[in-house]
């Protein structure tokens, strides 16, 4: 299935990694600032694997606020509310880069996430 870079980003962004690990290059690097930092396609992809696997367990409300394309680079920012049994457990507000090559392949992601204070 063929997607833009756009659609590639979005996906990932929206945790919906099954769709895009095709559209990982084989030493992407994805560094999720001030947390951990995932070298080559298979740490990435277990990454993805744990986090989904997470994801599964609370509900989880992705809202996209902008995405900037320009060339190979997309930026998206928005908010994730993770909730369970109506009780909200974390408010994030994100921005992830995305750098991709001539193949349209994701080669880094910056990931920058905001944990929100509640009242």
Do not use: P
């Not at 980003?9 to 930092?37: P, Q, Y």
């Amino acid at each position: 299935m063929k997607l833009s870079i756009k659609e590639i980003a979005e996906n990932f962004s929206k945790g919906e990694f099954e769709r895009v690990t095709d559209f990982l290059s084989e030493n992407v690097v994805w560094n999720i600032v001030g947390e951990n930092k995932f070298q080559g396609k298979n740490a990435v992809i277990k990454n993805c694997n744990q986090t989904a696997t997470y994801f599964k367990t609370i509900d989880t409300d992705f809202r996209t606020k902008d995405v900037l394309v320009l060339e190979n680079k997309v930026i998206i920012t928005g908010t994730a509310e993770f909730s369970k049994g109506g009780e909200i457990l974390n408010l994030i507000s994100a921005c992830d880069f995305y750098h991709f090559n001539e193949n349209e392949e994701i080669i880094e992601i910056s990931s920058y996430c905001i944990q929100e204070k509640r009242n």
